[in-house]
């Protein structure tokens, strides 16, 4: 069976251009699976089986979305096998995915992601870096993921856009307004030839050996400008996506826009935003609510 999850995660990057995070769960999740069946082989497990697993997630505290990931997985590796003929039915195929209450997005109010964005020492070349770091992934939305895969030849600051590969390797254009600009015009001019004296990998961002950045260092950067400007509510790169969502639709950008600059494959996804109080919308309750 190891060989078997090995085969399918290669067919999922091949085929669905699924990135390394994606694999990475995906073969935990297929190997806790495994260690479930014991010494049973996948061949013989019926829907029975699948929902016990689910079950056994539950009782170990695993939230409805986990659990959906988990099933997720199996389901992709049951197709995949029924495909190459060593299953002869999808004991998935019924098993109806969990579906638990989806958390609205807590965006930052505009005067913090303000402060935030600006709070990097910008007289020191790190520093430079991180603020071009967080203009950009407020200004654009952008997955940390999305930002770490940025490569100089993705940047076109004179036609004000970003080229931004998302999952499965789609790519999208992404406006980027003139401060965000101005920020990543001066990591590229004057500090990022200091840090690719030896090495230049030809990332947009580098560490201080010209290597690409690293997942724990886009977060790093992020909780260290958080601290700095006195945001005390743990602070992600995704509070800023959040964020730029947000502020766009509460300033009167159009769903279907703002579904495009995200990478959103449905608007649904988009529309959790809609459910946010708008400025206009607060303003409008405390002007007509008697008891506002």
Not at 78 to 94: F, I, N
Not at 133 to 160: F, I, N
Not at 239 to 266: K, T
Request: glycine share 8%.
């Amino acid at each position: 069976m190891t060989d078997a999850v090995t085969e399918y995660l290669g067919t999922l990057q091949a085929e669905q251009g699924a990135s390394r995070n994606t694999l990475s769960a995906y073969r935990r999740d297929l190997a806790d699976f495994l260690d479930f069946l014991g010494r049973r082989s996948i061949a013989a497990v019926r829907a029975e089986d699948v929902v016990g697993y689910m079950e056994r997630l539950r009782r170990r505290g695993l939230r409805a979305a986990s659990v959906a990931r988990r099933l997720s997985a199996v389901r992709g590796l049951c197709r995949h096998l029924l495909r190459e003929g060593a299953l002869r039915g999808d004991p998935t195929e019924h098993v109806e995915t969990p579906r638990g209450a989806r958390p609205l997005p807590r965006p930052l109010p505009r005067d913090v992601a303000a402060a935030l964005v600006e709070a990097p020492d910008t007289s020191r070349p790190r520093g430079v870096r991180d603020r071009a770091v967080l203009e950009l992934l407020y200004a654009t939305g952008m997955r940390a993921s999305e930002c770490l895969g940025l490569r100089l030849d993705d940047v076109k600051l004179q036609a004000g856009y970003v080229v931004c590969t998302g999952k499965g390797r789609k790519q999208r254009l992404v406006p980027v307004g003139a401060e965000a600009a101005l920020w990543v015009a001066r990591w590229t001019r004057e500090a990022r030839p200091l840090f690719t004296r030896r090495r230049d990998s030809g990332h947009l961002f580098v560490n201080p050996r010209g290597g690409p950045f690293s997942r724990q260092s886009i977060w790093a950067i992020v909780r260290r400008a958080a601290s700095v400007a006195g945001v005390r509510r743990r602070v992600s790169p995704h509070v800023l996506r959040h964020s730029f969502a947000s502020h766009l639709l509460e300033g009167g950008a159009d769903l279907r826009s703002v579904q495009v600059m995200l990478g959103h494959a449905d608007i649904a996804t988009t529309q959790i935003y809609t459910h946010l109080p708008s400025a206009a919308l607060t303003r409008m309750y405390r002007q007509f609510h008697p008891r506002a």
